[in-house]
């Protein structure tokens, strides 16, 4: 289906819309947004900036004849106290429709918030996770269903879920302990039995990675990945 490639050039000129006003430490140019798909952020360095950016944005979705979904959308502050409340008194409009003041806010399948803490984006995966186990459980549980297909559904639907983020997470072991605790607990269901073998046992038996691991080299994969590639993130690893 081409609708998703005509999507993407159609909007590929939105960035320009937001201009490049944040100076980044370790880029030689300023950046204004990051784009994915028809998933966007911008980035700016004062409330000022800000309105500017929606302003011209909301310019550009008229030109365009689209509409904002703003109420998916949502301004989030980094940075001192004082700068929070100036935002929290100051609506940022965009088509002529304050954009939500939010804490935290999901990009690309990550929770970021507004003091940027990574332990805390751990502990939202950990508990989508969780939700994810839950829904598992009469499946993993069930001694009728053959183990094949449970350790199947746990390569399926649990593992990808908790490795998720891995280039931002690896190399963190004690950020990423929870999350080979939530496959345990999933192995244990599978194989009672062996519920007290120590994780790294059952993930030989089961032929399955710790998450631990898995991580490590997704985040080396990328440094070497992101090093030749044409993004700024290339330039931040230089």
């Not at 100076?23 to 980035?43: K, M, N």
């Not at 332990?119 to 499946?139: D, F, G, K, W, Y």
């Not at 350790?151 to 950020?175: N, Q, V, W």
């Amino acid at each position: 289906c081409l609708s998703p490639l005509l999507f993407s050039i159609f909007i590929n000129d939105f960035p320009s819309a937001f201009g490049r006003c944040l100076l980044v430490p370790g880029l030689r140019e300023r950046v204004g947004s990051l784009l994915f798909a028809d998933d966007a952020a911008g980035l700016c360095s004062s409330i000022a900036t800000t309105q500017a950016a929606a302003s011209a944005i909301g310019d550009w979705a008229t030109l365009h004849q689209l509409a904002f979904g703003t109420a998916k959308s949502g301004v989030m502050c980094i940075g001192d106290e004082e700068a929070h409340l100036a935002l929290a008194s100051t609506p940022i409009l965009i088509q002529g429709t304050s954009l939500p003041i939010v804490q935290e806010y999901k990009y690309l399948g990550i929770l970021f918030n507004d003091s940027l803490s990574v332990p805390e984006m751990v502990a939202a995966r950990v508990a989508s996770c969780n939700i994810t186990l839950s829904r598992l459980t009469p499946l993993l549980s069930d001694r009728s269903i053959p183990l094949m297909m449970k350790l199947d559904a746990i390569r399926t639907f649990l593992y990808p879920a908790l490795c998720f983020g891995g280039e931002l997470f690896g190399m963190h072991e004690s950020l990423n302990v929870t999350l080979d605790c939530l496959l345990k607990r999933a192995f244990a269901m599978c194989l009672s039995s062996w519920a007290k073998s120590p994780l790294s046992v059952l993930c030989v038996e089961v032929g399955i990675p710790l998450i631990t691991s898995a991580m490590c080299a997704m985040r080396l994969r990328a440094s070497r990945k992101f090093a030749s590639s044409k993004s700024v993130i290339s330039d931040l690893l230089g």
